[in-house]
């Protein structure tokens, strides 16, 4: 159920306010769900600020309830009796004093779709305030990726912490994991069981960590491990990403901020990527990583960590769908958002290990310029 603030003119007809309830009404429909007026004035802490500018001379009582207000703040009109007009006066005061607004104007259909959108934004914004994500120190030549944790925590309410490589190895070191259906299909693969075992003792090292500092999301520098461990971390972030827990490479702040803002925003598994080698006149771009969510394919294999040659690497096919390439900043003003199509998988022997073609909708000049 959705509720809106519901302002009218004193000066309206008798039938007005069943005008405005088929409105809602229609709107629902389209909607999937309930949208109805709520009779209380103040704005909650966490609701969503939806206004129901119904008719003209409305602009005056919006003033007079809701001029504290920081945003952002919708207003949902009718296509008729002045609404949007009123709407537009609004929105004006709204802009000159700094504040965010967007009127939600069209038919019904359109309204639903403007709507779902909103709703799953606020959402995800009321989310992100309680996400808390942990890092490691970052890999050396992660020279372009930390974080402003201030920023970060002021814009969003996402808190990011630091961790320690020492304290992981602590866990590790306890050779111990849970025992769940994912790791009793990795039995099945055709790898050497040792191999398969010390991968899985990172795992329950990595998942101890988080659980121990409530952590929806956690980066650790992974070539630390090979030397001591004789195995990569690439198992273990892929356990977790399929767990829902968001688990980025190197220490890298950036994508691991990336990864889980698109992931709340779409409910998807997401595939953190390099770009290996794009082509301008085809819009063709080459992602490679050796980190895949395990319930991202339908099927995958084992195989070594590409750069150390030991450990274990996820191998897989993606569907040949639609997919959004993204990644942003703190500031949450600065991003890109491109999307595109899966034309090819690829199995090159000097690359990271699961390789995907895209074709883009968009030129590449946002990688090299």
């Known amino acids: ?40 004035e103040a704005i909650e802490p966490g609701e969503l600020p939806l206004f129901f500018i119904a008719s003209g001379g409305t602009e005056e009582v919006f003033l007079r309830r809701y ?31 700094g504040i965010p607004g967007q009127i939600l104007h069209g038919s019904v259909e359109e309204l639903a779709l403007q709507l779902h959108l909103i709703c799953r934004t606020h959402s995800v914004k009321q989310t992100l305030q309680g996400l808390r994500l942990g890092v490691t120190e970052p890999s050396g030549w992660l020279i372009a990726s930390k974080v402003d944790r201030e ?13 320690s490589m020492e304290e992981l190895c602590e866990e590790i070191d306890k050779k111990e994991y849970p025992q769940d259906a994912l790791t009793r299909d990795l039995a099945s693969k055709q790898v050497p069981s040792l191999e398969l075992e010390k991968a899985l003792h990172v795992y329950g090292g990595v998942k101890r960590i988080a659980q121990k500092h409530n952590l ?20 273990a972030l892929a356990l977790l990403n399929a ?21 709340e925003l779409t409910g998807e598994p997401i595939f953190m990527s ?3 080698r794009l082509h301008q006149e085809t819009r063709d771009i080459v992602l490679a990583h050796c980190v895949l969510p395990l319930n991202m394919p339908q099927k995958y294999t084992l195989m070594t ?35 595109g199509t899966l034309i090819e998988n690829l199995h090159e022997s000097d690359m990271c290990r699961t390789q995907i073609k895209l074709r883009m909708d968009e030129s590449l000049d946002y990688f090299l310029k």
């Open 274 to 276: 390099n770009p290996a």
């Open 305 to 339: 960590h590409y750069e150390s040659g030991i450990g274990l690497a996820i191998s897989a096919d993606l569907s040949k769908e639609r997919y959004t390439l993204f990644k942003m900043k703190e500031d949450f003003q600065e991003y890109v958002a491109m999307e």
């Open 1 to 40: 159920m959705i509720k809106v603030k519901y302002l009218r003119s004193d000066h309206v007809d008798v039938h007005f306010d069943e005008v405005s309830q088929a409105f809602l009404q229609s709107l629902s429909e389209a909607f999937g769900d309930d949208i109805v007026i709520d009779k209380k």
């Open 67 to 97: 001029s504290h207000l920081t945003g952002p703040v919708y207003l949902l009109t009718m296509e008729k009796r002045n609404s949007l007009a009123a709407s537009m006066e609004i929105l004006s005061y709204l802009q000159e004093r």
């Open 216 to 235: 929806h999301g956690i980066s650790i520098k992974c070539f630390d491990l090979l030397e001591p461990y004789k195995t990569s971390g690439c198992l």
């Open 151 to 163: 920023l970060l925590k002021r814009t969003s309410g996402i808190e990011m912490i630091d961790l």
């Open 243 to 263: 767990q829902g827990i968001h688990a980025a490479c190197e220490g890298d702040e950036r994508s691991l901020l990336s990864m889980a803002v698109l992931a």
